[in-house]
């Protein structure tokens, strides 16, 4: 038996939809176009100045927390982790599977999408699909529904599958939430239905995701550069922290945590740099910085493997000395997630870090270490975020010297808020304003204005 992951094209124009096979109108910019000296630069003057490419929109969805698009191809596109364990699952059980991942590869044309996973051959097809993309993934899968079974799968169906396969009689399978252990479930039973989802509560006791396929070392985070090609990997899984808006500890994990051993980590990306090659290494953890023992000690391996790595954690989780250690060891960039400086609505979105006074340690590091690249995540539209708390948020990135152009010691990105089905927020906003106002999903692309605008006028 075969089966194939699938991590389907994200791009989308003013007039692309089911209806016209999601045709794009106006002049993409194709990846070769990159090899021209200047074309990107062009490409951006033309667009901002006479509308060139206008209204096409390109974006990611597997292995994002915050799926978006934007108005021109990006240097970046997350490793798939949830494809990749649930794959490297199945052939510890004996199951023959690939991934092809066209977000990685940069693939605009939907037709040539289907036709190399058709050329695969698979028995089942898993479609990975993302609430702002879901128009399209219910359209992949259907297309592929004519030459292959498929499953459809991924952070949407946390609390969407009931709907989903009520619309689309053509999808057999629907695996709800984290897929590593329900697609094995579903193959062993080849049953039509709702999978529930069963979270792996040791990741160690895991296979090492699956790397051995073409896009393996096309996984890049430029929001903190470093050599390519770069190997994006899990130190733990999961965040015990309780943010309203965070999508994949409440609909993924189900509020479960896995720490791993620092040895096992070492283990993983020691194979991962001799089989594929790596040149660096980045955290891709919901939060890297948990348990101080325990990230001391990877430290102490890390510093052994001498490559770069960057990480994602938060600014109140870890002692200054441990900071400091990390930087002997080899880190090169931390991202730390605020989403905003005001305590109030901190508190009122349940970040946690309202506790402590996280501005202190980012004072620290930034002026101990100037040439270390901070990363700093910003959100808008908020619950409780006025225009003024907005502009206070910019007025202190300021201050502490971020957002200059072309810093990159020094950047931060703003991200739209987004309340994804399944979360917390999302539950209050059912609760206030009921479900039926909350199903224009292409309005959940964190790359645009959100739902979550055109409900700004409370700020109560």
Known sequence: MKILFVNAPVI?????????????????FK???????????????LNKKIGFGKGIRYGVRAGSRWPF?????????????????AAAYLKANGVEVNIIDAVAEEQYNYQAFLEEVKNEKADIVVVECSTPTIDIDLWVAKKIAEFSEVALAGPHLAIKADEAQKENLHIKYFLKGEYIL????????????????????????????????????KYYDPSMPT????????????????CTFCAWPQ???????????????????KEAVKRQGYKSI????????????????????????DLPWTMMGRLDCSPDWLYDKMIDSGCVGMRFGIETFNLEVLARIKKGIERTDFRKTLKYISKKYPKLMIHLTMMKDLPGQTDEIYQEDMNILQEFGFGGRGNIYRNYQLSKCVPFPGTGMYKELVDKIGENALKDYKTYDGGQETIMKSLSGDKK
């Open 69 to 85: 698009t934007m108005d021109k191809p990006m240097n970046y596109a997350p490793y798939p982790f949830f494809m990749g364990y």
């Open 251 to 269: 609909t993924m994990y189900q509020g479960n945590v896995s720490l791993r051993k620092p040895e096992k980590v070492a283990e993983e990306i």
């Open 182 to 217: 329900n697609s094995l479930k579903m193959i062993q039973s080849r049953k039509s239905g709702i999978y529930e989802s069963e979270v792996v509560k040791d990741l160690d006791k895991m296979p090492f995701p699956f790397r051995d396929y073409k896009s393996a070392t």
């Open 31 to 45: 990846p070769i176009y990159r090899k021209i000296p200047g074309a990107g630069r062009i490409f951006n003057i």
């Open 227 to 242: 050599e390519k090609p770069q190997l994006q990997i899990y130190s733990s899984k999961g965040c015990p922290f309780k």
């Open 12 to 28: 989308r124009s003013n007039s692309s939809m089911p209806e016209n096979n999601f045709k794009i109108d106006g002049f993409i």
């Open 282 to 305: 980045f955290f891709d953890d919901d939060t890297f910085n948990l348990v101080t023992w325990r990230i001391s000690t990877l430290c102490d391996y890390l510093k052994g493997i």
